[in-house]
């Protein structure tokens, strides 16, 4: 199986502050045929399930703000959220969709102080 | 627009089964994968398998594959999940969610609001 490692476990930021949040893959998620990284990244608000946020690494899913963006490639991701928002509050979650079983990292809690 | 609707929170004894289902509409319902990811309490996401509505097809997680199935009503447009032999660390939020596309792995578009499933004596 593939491990997502994500990385800090949880951060605390002010609003309009920089969010960054790493995954690493134990293998590449990069298909080399189509040249793209089977990589998603999704937000869990409290009781709610998860929201996709972007997907083949650098995709943002539709209607999701500009001020998140994903980057990376093979084995080394990150989210960025350019300017922390109070509705951001939430753990956030990469996942690889480029083998089965499919893999979730072990979540990120972003706070706001 | 597209709503995957799940059935309500269940207790069960262990050594018994559960069987969630997961109401879809707004979409043609054979298109698209169905996945059922769940998660215990306080923990993360664990994907247990998918299921095409269009051929049957399955594709499980190893660990659980001897006591989960998935099968679809294709004239309902409804997902069903049934695990059997429940034990305690069962007890979780079980999820279905729509896979976003077809052809080839996508990553999951739309989600249910949960199943809670409590396994407790």
């Known amino acids: 199986d593939i491990v997502m490692t994500q990385s800090p476990e949880s951060l605390a930021l002010s609003l309009g502050e920089r969010a960054t949040i790493n995954c690493k893959s134990s293998q590449s998620v990069l298909y080399t045929s189509n040249y793209k990284n089977y990589l998603a990244w999704y937000r869990q608000k409290p009781g709610q399930p998860p929201k996709l946020l972007i997907y083949w690494a650098s995709t943002r899913a539709f209607g999701v703000p500009d001020r998140f963006s994903g980057s990376g490639s093979g084995t080394d991701f990150t989210l960025t959220i350019s300017s922390l928002q109070a509705e951001d509050a939430a753990v956030y979650y990469c996942q690889q969709y480029y083998t089965t079983p499919w893999t979730f990292g072990q979540g990120t809690k972003v706070e706001i102080k | 627009q597209v709503q995957l609707v799940q059935s309500g929170a269940e207790l069960r004894k262990p050594g018994a089964s559960v069987k969630v289902s997961c109401k879809t509409s707004?979409?043609?319902?054979?298109?698209?994968?169905i996945s059922w990811v769940r998660q215990a309490p306080g923990q993360g996401l664990e994907w247990m398998g998918f299921?095409?509505?269009?051929?049957?097809?399955?594709n499980y997680t190893q660990g659980l594959k001897d006591r989960f199935s998935m099968t679809t009503d294709t004239s309902t447009n409804t997902a069903y999940m049934e695990l059997r032999s429940l034990r305690s660390d069962d007890t979780a939020i079980y999820y279905c969610?729509?896979?976003?596309?077809?052809?080839?792995?996508?990553?999951?578009?739309?989600w249910g609001q949960g199943t809670l499933v409590t396994v407790s004596s």
């Open positions: 969610a729509r896979e976003a596309g077809s052809g080839s792995y996508y990553p999951l578009d739309y």
């Open positions: 707004g979409y043609t319902f054979t298109y698209y994968t």
């Open positions: 299921i095409s509505p269009y051929n049957g097809d399955t």
